[in-house]
Structure formats: structure tokens, C-alpha cells
């Protein structure tokens, strides 16, 4: 079995919080379970982009299982828009929220991002098993 379908498996619900309508998962345990699971995991931050606006995107690679994952991430406010000129503690919460993100691209928790690409009205409230995943794995592997 692969370490994606292995870790895809992972319930990850009663480490969740809920913040209005988003769910996040709590950094701390995301990285714990993975270098559980990859002693040797790594991750890294890129540059962020600046946009015109003032508006920001971070990026975070993870290295696991020989793999690199990179995710990106937007500098958001509490209703999920992008902040204009953000500062310190904005930036980090963002570089925080992608690496767990990126950990999610290996598989731990990928099912809470389920529907995020989804216009709002059509994005679904919440995704409670790991089962709804089962064609993202097949269309990764």
C-alpha cells in the first residue's frame, strides 16, 4: 500500500476547529503525525509573492516519503478574503495554515480541502470521512 493511501486513512476530525464556516487543522498535531510517520520529513518556505494590491501568497514544500509536495496559500482575514498590506501575525498564520496544507498533499487530512475549488454556493459544509477522497487518491496514484 502506498504511504498516500496509508496516510489518507488517518481520521483526522477530533483535531479539527471549526471557525465559522472553514475547518482548519492544528498545525502541531499535522506535523506530528508526519514525522511520525517520516522521521525525516522536511519542510521549507518559499518567497512570497506581493501583488499589486498589497494582497500576499505564501508557499510551503514538504518533503516526505521522498516527495516533494508544495502548496500555496493566500494571507487571508477571518472570512477568508485576502488582506491588503498584511502584517507579521497575519503572514505567519498563512505560512502555518500551508504547511498543513502541504501536509495534507501527502495524504494526512487531504479531505477537509475536498469542494475548497468549488464556487462558494456549491462547495459542501463539511466532509466527515476520509471515504469521499477515494477519487482523488485514484486520480493522484
Known amino acids: 500500500m502506498s504511504k498516500y493511501l496509508e496516510l489518507r486513512k488517518i481520521n483526522v476530525n477530533d483535531h479539527t ?39 500576499m501568497m505564501v508557499y510551503c514544500t514538504v518533503q516526505a516519503f521522498d516527495k516533494s509536495m508544495t502548496a500555496m496559500l493566500p494571507v487571508l482575514n477571518h472570512v477568508n478574503k485576502p488582506i491588503q498590506n498584511p502584517n507579521a501575525m497575519d503572514v505567519n498564520t498563512a505560512m502555518q495554515r500551508c504547511l498543513v496544507k502541504a501536509i495534507a498533499l501527502h495524504g494526512i487530512g487531504l479531505y477537509i480541502y475536498a469542494g475548497e475549488d468549488l464556487p462558494e454556493d456549491e462547495a ?9 477522497m477515494k477519487s482523488v487518491a485514484e486520480d493522484i496514484l
Open 17 to 55: 476547529e471549526r471557525k465559522g464556516r472553514f475547518t482548519y487543522l492544528s498545525w502541531a498535531w499535522a506535523v506530528d503525525q508526519l514525522l511520525q510517520k517520516d522521521p525525516m520529513a522536511t519542510w521549507s518556505y518559499a518567497d512570497p509573492t506581493i501583488f499589486a494590491d498589497g494582497s
Open 124 to 132: 459542501p459544509k463539511q466532509v466527515k470521512s476520509s471515504q469521499s
